[in-house]
């Protein structure tokens, strides 16, 4: 491809910007189906699982013989997907009910999960909301993108930490928390990447919507607030929790559903730039099966399974600490 040539060239000249790592990535030297090792006896949850990246990364897993639980909100939606990819694998995922934007919900999943297994070895925080209407909100109030894309998967990454480390216990090998996030993060227009005053819905919240512009401005600055989130609670949980492996990825311009909020010029460039949804898998199947993934602990990755280096602000501790401490206050009723 054209495209890859271009992009050979790009990742030599300025490997870690914009057009290396969401336009023009250099051609993958990584190869999910001759790469993954075989996961029998291996256990893998995959948020947003019945569609987009998700799908592909339960698809990959199940090629491999794991035994993968595809968390999702609608029953219809994931048995769809569960008897496509029986069809295209020869293995059977697992429904798990999850509505991210619901904390209850989110309980509710993690305790199932914990009646069935005894522990979890690689959990892909991969569901995300991208740029939705400013007016909507998860059921306990949270702007719908900073509620589902990390105060849910924070609660989630809580609730499930006895099950991860369960697998260090047992084995002596980590467990492997992979966060998906995006390039968006460094648009976080703050000196922390955060805004707690957006972050939930309110009079404060509806001021700053109006200052930024309710179609275009406020939909990416909130956007950027949460795929900074989600970078910061990977790094959270890496110093926090030494028995399990937490990364983040980019995983890169995609052709997916994400941009179904997005206005009709919009959609149509993305789709004319960027790339097939089935290598958005591709890093994230590399931080959460391969060998060299046990060192992949506050890293953050990108297209298409390479190093990379996220904003600057990602790894100020203070501002790990100040997330931390909000977040632990918000979910204390569901812990």
Excluded at 32 to 51: E, M, Q
Excluded at 156 to 179: D, K, M, Q, W
Excluded at 302 to 311: S, T
Aim: aromatic share 10%; with cysteine; net charge neutral.
């Amino acid at each position: 491809m054209i495209s890859y040539l271009f992009g050979n060239l790009i990742a030599r000249l300025s490997p870690e910007g914009a057009m290396s790592t969401t336009f023009f990535p250099p051609s993958p030297k990584y190869d999910p189906s001759r790469d993954i090792p075989d996961l029998t006896g291996k256990i893998a949850i995959v948020t947003g699982g019945n569609s987009g990246v998700g799908y592909e990364t339960v698809k990959q897993l199940l090629l491999k013989n794991a035994r993968v639980y595809l968390a999702a909100r609608t029953q219809v939606k994931a048995q769809e997907a569960i008897e496509a990819l029986a069809k295209e694998t020869g293995n059977t995922a697992i429904w798990l009910k999850l509505d991210l934007g619901d904390l209850e919900s989110v309980k509710q999943a993690a305790a199932e999960f914990s009646a069935k297994e005894e522990r979890l070895i690689i959990l892909f925080c991969n569901a995300g909301v991208m740029v939705p209407p400013v007016d909507q909100l998860t059921k306990q109030g949270y702007d719908l993108q900073f509620g589902t894309n990390v105060v849910g998967h924070y609660l989630l990454c809580v609730l499930l930490y006895p099950s991860l480390n369960r697998t260090f216990e047992l084995t002596g090998s980590r467990a492997r928390v992979i966060h998906t996030s995006s390039e968006g993060h460094r648009i976080a227009n703050t000196p922390s990447g955060l805004l707690f005053e957006a972050a939930k819905g309110g009079a404060e919240r509806d001021a700053l919507i109006k200052e930024w512009g309710p179609a275009v401005g406020a939909p990416w600055t909130l956007y950027g607030f949460s795929k900074m989130g989600n970078v910061l609670i990977a790094n959270i949980f890496n110093r926090a929790y030494p028995s399990v492996m937490s990364c983040t990825v980019h995983p890169g311009g995609l052709k997916s559903n994400l941009h179904q909020h997005e206005p009709l010029w919009q959609k149509i460039f993305f789709n004319l730039a960027f790339y097939p949804v089935p290598l958005g898998a591709y890093t994230q199947l590399w931080a959460g099966t391969s060998e060299e993934g046990d060192g992949f602990g506050g890293k953050y990755l990108f297209p298409w399974a390479r190093m990379g280096k996220a904003d600057a602000r990602a790894a100020y501790e203070a501002t790990q600490d100040e997330l931390k401490g909000w977040l632990d206050e918000e979910i204390k009723a569901y812990v």
